[in-house]
């Protein structure tokens, strides 16, 4: 180094590091002096970056210091048009060390994720390859088959064929027509000439050929013969002779082609194996991959397994069993491989293998299971069980199996035996129970229940069978007892449990076993408030199952708990009269009323009952008491009328109807005072008394009504007509009383007036059905079913849900269009009576008879009351049903006892029908339907 290079030391001249303050190690303060600043800095001193000197504006600059010059050439990526608009200052030394340690920062960071990340993406990656693979993925296993390909092999591929059709392959070819056969025949006939003519040409007038006969049709134009007669109709035929020949000895050939019988080609087909369900390529993966897996772990069963059943579908049933086989031999104690390895063999193959796995695993079940499968006689199947018992004597399963083979002696000796051994098993201990005397059996229970203190089914067995043996008493106490161990033995009484164990009980024949159970566990776990809703809900779900006792047990446990409560002994009363006997019902009755003397339906139940089964002294001394428990009560003064009135008790029946004018004066019991005298016959009685019932009770709208009919029935029009006009005024919203006095009119002929008081009614009784559909009836039975049509649309739009519309509107329509209409009548009323009841006419009425009987069916189950349903079945089944459908029928009728639909009230209310009852009603309205067309 030189002397000059010595003197000037390297750190002189150039700019201070970032942040220097001089002195600051020898504990001097930074500070600044003139000569920093002013112009005692030498002019060669580089200046420092952080402070540097502002740009020295050019004196010819116009613009201010604030101006930018924001040109689009001026405009920079990083710092914008001309320098940042923010800020003055450049991008300095300290944002750019910022951004290295940022840079450095996201680098080691991106580092850190950056395994991770590119092991997610290769899994993505090979999971889509996986479920899409590529083509050259697929052939991978042909490609490497194509180096076992020889070359003589290779040479004989043959050519691939031009799959192009022959327009494509000879686009500018000419098309050729191919030429008619006479054009032929004149060709060779021009071809040669004969002068020769023999006698038969002579005769004919042609001329002979080698090869025959040219008449002289077939002359050519010069006159000249032909050298043949060509028959081209001939020669058409021998060529398809020669045809069908040639396919006859082709077809019969067994040689060439083989015959073809389609029918048994078929059944071979059914009769192949089931192949796999997959492509040829899935399968080649599957058995790589299992056998890949198999030489990795091959002590792993399942892969075993899976590559034999895998064969096995494939119809390579021997490789299967080769596989298992092999197997069975990598893992010795595994119970599935042996087994399925006995699945897989023939017969004595089976038989063999399973022996073997015995051998291996002497303590499985399932292989001794399997062992006595596979035998087919009854006293081997018999020796395999005992021999597993005495190797797994604590088997239940293997108890069980036996004990059922063997006849009930040995039986009984077995099962003393297995509960020696499988102490803790219930089914063990009860079965030997139920095959003991009296008395074993009882030690049987005792030892089951000091060996299994838990389990109820032991307590419920013994309670069983001391009721079977006549000791009803100890029934209760061994219930009892039983709930108090079972909860010493913390075990928790489930209410839902013990109930379905009385419904057992009861289905097998166990009743007071059953009634103890639900005395006893009815009130477990269940609050005061919640007790008459939970117990009903109990008793309900009980009958719904079938267990009739039960429900019984829990409604007489629900009463002595609430006796007043009127709502209980109701659903008690009608539980019994659906279910019970006749006596049942009247004794629960009897204690009803005595508990509940105010509850006038009680009462009346039992005066039906007693009615019903004749005793008719029975059923009025019933109402008598009921008449001193409720004084003056309408419904039972109308029940004992119509006791007496049907028992032709008329003198009796006025007597107490006039006791009850005078001591309980309601409008039913006027209505019924005058309907007794009308039904007598006593006209003008019954007319007095509409009179005076009228006054008292203006706005009883059944009062007018009849007033109405009586008249009409006597002839007197214009009084009926005032009569039904008066008691409009009265009661304008009774439906009743405008159909009676707009069909007043339509019977006089009075059509117009007829539809203008059905139009009064309708502006009165807005959206009103019934209204609606008996002015669509008017105009019909007048002969304009144009008007009807027009009225039923828009009685639809008014009252788009009506069952009665709907069920009119089907049948307006033509025969075709009725199952259309049918289906939109469903759609908007799909549980209405009336539409399920024209659905099933019309299915009846297109003689689909198994169709209509279950429509009907559905009919009278969703609407048991409506007495039309049941008199169509009734029809239906006495032209198309057996007598036992028609039976079945009336005796389903006369329990529902209907009291609606048109036909029925139309004959039910007639007075001179007013003694009949539903046996004979159902017969009347039948024949008075007609058959639906």
């Known amino acids: ?280 390529n899935d399968v080649k993966k599957a058995r790589l991959l299992l056998k890949s897996v198999r030489e990795t772990n091959p002590k792993h069963p399942p892969a075993w397994i899976a590559s034999a059943r895998l064969e096995e579908v494939t119809g390579k049933v021997q490789a299967a069993r080769n596989l298992i086989m092999k197997g069975c031999e990598e893992c010795p104690k595994s119970e599935d491989i042996w087994l399925e390895a006995a699945r897989l063999m023939p017969g004595d193959q089976a038989k063999a293998v399973v022996a073997q796995a015995v051998r291996y695993m002497p303590n499985s079940v399932r292989v001794w299971i399997k062992a006595a499968e596979v035998e087919t006689e009854v006293k081997a199947k018999k020796r395999v069980y005992k021999k597993a018992l005495e190797h797994i004597p604590n088997s239940v399963r293997l108890w069980k199996l036996l004990v059922e083979m063997e006849e009930e002696e040995d039986a009984r000796i077995l099962l003393s035996r297995a509960v020696e051994c499988c102490p803790t098993s219930v089914e063990l201990w009860l079965a030997l129970a139920r095959l003991e005397t009296y008395d074993n059996a009882r030690k049987v229970l005792n030892k089951a229940r000091e060996s299994i203190p838990t389990d109820r089914q032991i307590w419920i067995t013994a309670a069983k069978l001391e009721e079977a043996n006549g000791n009803k008493h100890m029934v209760e106490k061994i219930i009892e007892r039983a709930l108090s161990s079972l909860r010493a033995n913390m075990v928790e009484i489930n209410r839902e449990h013990w109930i379905k164990d009385a419904e057992d009980c009861e289905k097998s024949g166990s009743i007071i076993t059953c009634q103890e159970i639900i005395r006893a566990v009815i009130s477990v776990g269940v609050e005061e408030e919640d007790c008459k809703h939970t117990w009903m809900e109990d008793a309900e779900s009980c009958a719904a199952h079938g267990a009739y006792e039960c429900a019984r047990a829990i409604y007489a446990f629900a009463l002595t708990e609430f006796p007043s409560k009127k709502s209980i002994w109701l659903r008690a009363a009608y539980f019994e009269k659906n279910h019970g006997t006749r006596e049942s019902l009247e004794v629960l009755l009897q204690r009803a009323v005595a508990h509940c003397p105010k509850a006038e339906v009680l009462w009346l139940m039992g005066a039906k009952s007693k009615w019903l089964a004749g005793d008719v002294p ?193 049948f307006m329509e033509p025969r075709p269009q009725r199952k259309t209409k049918s289906v939109d009548a469903l759609r908007r009323c799909e549980h209405d009576p009336h539409v399920l009841l024209a659905a099933s006419n019309l299915f009846w009425s297109e003689r689909k008879v198994t169709k209509a009987r279950e429509w009907f069916q559905r009919t009278v189950k969703i609407d048991p009351d409506l007495g039309d349903a049941w008199a169509y079945f009734y029809k239906f089944e006495m032209m198309h049903g057996e007598i036992e459908t028609q039976n079945e029928v009336r005796k389903r009728c006369i329990s529902a006892e209907p009291h609606h639909g048109e036909q029925w009230c139309k004959v039910s209310k007639n007075i001179e029908n007013w003694r009949l009852r539903t046996e004979e009603l159902l017969p009347l309205v039948s024949d008075s339907l007609p058959v639906p067309t």
Not at 4 to 19: S, T
Not at 173 to 200: H, I, M, Q, Y
Not at 207 to 227: E, M
Not at 668 to 694: H, P
């Open 1 to 280: 180094m030189s002397h000059a290079n010595r003197k000037n030391k390297n750190f002189l001249g150039q700019p201070a590091p970032l942040g220097y303050v001089p002195g600051l190690g020898r504990g001097a303060t930074g500070f600044t002096t003139r000569s920093d600043i002013g112009p005692a800095r030498d002019a060669d001193d580089i200046s420092d970056d952080r402070h540097a000197p502002p740009l020295k504006k050019k004196k010819d600059d116009k613009d201010d210091d604030d101006e930018d010059d924001l040109n689009e050439s001026n405009y920079d990526e990083f710092s914008g048009y001309g320098g940042s608009l923010c800020s003055k200052d450049p991008y300095d030394k300290d944002d750019e060390e910022a951004d290295q340690v940022y840079d450095a920062i996201d680098k080691r960071m991106d580092e850190k994720r950056k395994e991770r990340r590119e092991k997610k993406l290769q899994e993505e990656i090979e999971r889509y390859r996986q479920e899409r693979p590529k083509i050259q993925q697929q052939f991978s296993d042909l490609k490497r088959e194509l180096a076992s390909v020889t070359m003589e092999e290779w040479l004989n591929l043959p050519e691939v064929g031009d799959a192009r059709n022959r327009k494509q392959r000879n686009p500018r070819k000419e098309k050729f027509t191919p030429v008619p056969d006479s054009v032929l025949a004149r060709a060779a006939a021009s071809t040669g000439t004969s002068n020769v003519l023999s006698e038969r040409d002579q005769k004919y007038g042609g001329l002979s050929t080698p090869f025959g006969t040219i008449t002289p049709g077939y002359s050519t134009p010069g006159g000249a013969a032909t050298p043949g007669d060509i028959d081209m109709k001939k020669i058409g035929e021998a060529r398809n002779t020669l045809m069908d020949i040639k396919l006859t000895q082709v077809s019969d050939s067994v040689s060439g082609q083989t015959v073809v019988d389609p029918k048994g080609y078929l059944t071979d087909l059914q009769s192949m194996l089931p192949s796999h369900g997959g492509d040829i």
């Open 618 to 810: 029975a059923a009025r001394s019933i109402l008598a008491l009921a008449f001193q428990a409720n004084p003056n009560s309408e419904e039972i003064w109308l029940a004992a009328i119509k006791l007496e009135s049907e028992n032709n008790e008329f003198e009796r029946a006025r007597r107490l109807l006039q006791k009850a004018r005078a001591s309980a004066p309601t409008a039913r019991v006027m209505m019924k005072s005058i309907k007794l005298e009308w039904c007598l016959g006593e006209i003008d009685k019954a007319k007095t008394l509409l009179e005076e019932a009228v006054k008292h009770y203006p706005d009883f709208a059944k009062l007018w009504m009849m007033k109405g009919q009586i008249e009409e029935e006597r002839g007197q029009l214009e009084l009926a007509r005032e009569a039904y006009n008066q008691g409009l005024k009265k009661c304008p919203n009774s439906i009743p009383l405008w159909l009676l006095l707009s069909r007043l009119e339509e019977k006089n002929g009075q059509l117009i007036r007829a539809r203008s008081i059905l139009e009064k009614a309708r502006l009165k009784n807005p959206q009103n059905p019934e209204l609606w559909l008996e002015a669509i009836r008017v105009e019909n039975r007048g002969g304009l079913k144009n008007i009807g049509q027009t009225l039923m649309a828009k009685a639809l739009q008014e009252c788009s849900n009506s069952g009665i519309l709907w069920a009119e509107a089907i």
